[in-house]
Nanobody, 122 residues
């Protein structure tokens, strides 16, 4: 089991930036993939981005491409989501998740953080 703790959410104006962090601990392996998901009020949770344990492979949802960057600090076992050019429609609770498997498949994430609220005002 992997324990995940997110931080970095908050309130930002449209066009602004935020960086989310996710600290991982517990049973991690070289084939552990880390991901970010989000859930807006009244909507289903959706995939945002994923990265493999080494940080060498990444995968993004179309809505995140060009604006969001996922990265990993291997020394700190921490994954980041840098979000730029934020829009009101990015408002959601953002969750960090982990699984064993490919970053290119957005399912099968088994471990989840508690979530962090991101609010983008217009």
């Amino acid at each position: 089991q992997v324990q995940l703790v997110e931080s970095g959410g908050g309130l930002v104006q449209a066009g602004g930036s935020l960086r989310l962090s996710c600290a991982a601990s517990g049973r991690t392996f070289s084939n552990t993939a880390m991901g970010w998901f989000r859930q807006a009020p009244g909507k289903e949770r959706e995939f945002v981005a994923a990265i493999n344990w080494s940080g060498g492979s990444t995968y993004y949802a179309d809505s995140a491409k060009g604006r969001f960057t996922i990265s990993k600090d291997n020394a700190k076992n921490t994954v980041y989501l840098q979000m730029n050019s934020l829009k009101p429609e990015d408002t959601a609770v953002y969750y960090c998740a982990a699984k064993t498997g490919s970053v290119y498949y957005t399912g099968d994430f088994r471990s989840w953080g508690q979530g962090t609220q991101v609010t983008v005002s217009s």
